[in-house]
């Protein structure tokens, strides 16, 4: 059974940096077509995808986002860690992480976590 | 900047069928943007429902289908049920960064 659990802090003030961690279980994500995203939601409005790391340790992020995001695994850990710098009101949001899973011919955001709300506020 | 189009609500009554469509700024959507659809229900994560245009997850319910359909990508419910009440969210892929659209209030009435 595949899960994925967010964890990181509640609160955090303007100009801090968050640090996020999804901990997942029943895949590895050595294997290959393996892979994590981290997906984010403002209360009452759109997903937004955020960054993706391979099981290579390729990585992409948002366009508009990249310059504050940085995406890293430990593998033997089973755990992807999310950082996101210069945090603003505006980034107050639930975060998931997912399973995303890639073959040559299809890509599959399958298995979500619970998701982790975070408030930004002083 | 890259934007992703839904419809923002839909209204279907139960048993019905409707399709929900997502359309991208660059152009027509082909296989090529690997859409995926997700429903989203309140206070609940995402789930996922369709990937890579037209393929089912295990637990996925025989009325959702993927398609394209006019250069976009679609969602079809057929014999829709009061459950089926929810946002849903496609997401298209464009060279390494992820796009999802802005969300379809489907209201089941």
């Known amino acids: 059974q595949v899960t994925l659990r967010e964890s990181g802090p509640a609160l955090v003030k303007p100009t801090q940096t968050l640090t996020l961690t999804c901990t997942f279980s029943g895949f590895s994500l050595s294997t290959s077509g393996m892979c994590v995203s981290w997906i984010r939601q403002p209360p009452g409005k759109a997903l937004e995808w955020l960054a993706r790391?391979?099981?290579?340790?390729?990585?992409y992020y948002s366009t508009s986002l990249k310059t504050r995001l940085t995406i890293s695994k430990d593998t033997s850990k089973n755990q992807v860690v999310l950082t996101m710098t210069n945090m603003d009101p505006v980034d107050t949001a639930t975060f998931y992480c997912?399973?995303?899973?890639?073959?040559?011919?299809?890509?599959?955001?399958?298995?979500w976590g619970q998701g982790t709300m975070v408030t930004v506020s002083s | 900047q890259t934007v992703v189009t839904q419809e923002p609500s839909l209204t279907v009554s139960p048993g019905g069928t409707v399709t929900l469509t997502c359309a991208s700024s660059?152009?027509?959507?082909?296989?090529?943007?690997?859409p995926n659809w997700f429903q989203q229900k309140p206070g609940q994560p995402p789930r996922a429902l369709i990937y890579?245009?037209?393929n089912k997850h295990s637990w996925t319910p025989a009325r959702f289908s993927g398609s394209l359909l006019g250069g976009k990508a679609a969602l079809t419910l057929s014999g829709v049920q009061p459950e089926d009440e929810a946002e849903y969210y496609c997401l298209l892929y464009y060279g390494g960064v992820w796009v999802f659209g802005g969300g379809t209030k489907l209201t089941v009435l």
């Open positions: 890579s245009t037209s």
């Open positions: 790391i391979d099981w290579d340790n390729d990585k």
């Open positions: 660059t152009g027509a959507v082909t296989s090529g943007y690997y």
């Open positions: 997912a399973r995303t899973t890639v073959t040559t011919s299809k890509v599959a955001f399958d298995i």
